[in-house]
Antibody, heavy 120, light 106 residues
Framework: QVQLAESGAEVTKPGASVKISCKTS????????IHWLRQAPGQRPEWVGW????????QFSRHFLGRVAISADAVATTVYLELTGLTSADTAVYFC?????????????WGRGALVIVSS | DIQMTQSPSTLSASVGDRITITCRAN??????LAWYQQKPGEGPKLLIH???RLQDGVPSRFSGSESGTVFTLTISSLQPDDFATYYC?????????FGQGTRLDI
């Protein structure tokens, strides 16, 4: 079945960078787009950006521009999120999610999330 | 950014109750709205897309409707497994945005 699994929890310091992975399985990786979202404690999900595994196109929320990169390893069917210049406001659970169809940007499968804590 | 406002923020109900959650967009999003259920420690689960289309495998007690920029999620007869937090999400435009959530308590 469709599965997405983020890498483990990270504890890091202000100003540092973090790179999280999302291992996918159970579907044709190159046919889908994978999104990254995050959710701070007690808050609504916040969209970060997405990557098309079909053509490598990426798009990011303007709230993260200049600090975020999303990449993929098609052989490993894994997508990566890198976020730089971390502050305490970046403390959140980071989710990867599969876009349900080519044209409709909602998510039919999510991972369980990776907790990132930014603290001095 | 398109603002999504859900109400209520918290809802207390009992097994067997019929409940409705509302999500309002601050501009037209056509029918490009999804509803999700989230339980602690898990990623959200898709319930409904395109305002009223039930995702495969989701029980028929869940339904969605829309009237202009107001969208509703209805659970016709609450089951113990339904006590969770519910979010709406618009996908009419980027950035994709979510409502603030409705926590459904016993």
């Amino acid at each position: 079945q469709v599965q997405l699994a983020e890498s483990g929890a990270e504890v890091t310091k202000p100003g540092a960078s973090v790179k999280i992975s999302c291992k996918t399985s159970g579907f044709a990786f190159s046919s889908y787009s994978i999104h990254w979202l995050r959710q701070a404690p007690g808050q609504r999900p916040e969209w970060v950006g997405w990557l098309s595994a079909l053509n490598g196109k990426t798009q990011f929320s303007r709230h993260f521009l200049g600090r975020v990169a999303i990449s993929a390893d098609a052989v490993a069917t894994t997508v990566y999120l890198e976020l730089t210049g971390l502050t305490s406001a970046d403390t959140a659970v980071y989710f990867c999610a599969r876009q349900a169809t080519y044209s409709d940007h909602y998510f039919d499968s999510w991972g369980r999330g990776a907790l990132v804590i930014v603290s001095s | 950014d398109i603002q999504m406002t859900q109400s209520p923020s918290t809802l207390s109900a009992s097994v067997g109750d019929r409940i409705t959650i509302t999500c309002r967009a601050n501009q037209s999003i056509s029918r490009w709205l999804a509803w999700y259920q989230q339980k602690p420690g898990e990623g959200p689960k898709l319930l409904i897309h395109k305002a009223s289309r039930l995702q495969d495998g989701v029980p028929s007690r869940f339904s969605g409707s829309e009237s202009g920029t107001v969208f509703t999620l209805t659970i016709s007869s609450l089951q113990p497994d339904d006590f969770a937090t519910y979010y709406c999400q618009q996908y009419n435009d980027y950035p994709l945005t979510f409502g603030q959530g409705t926590r459904l308590d016993i």
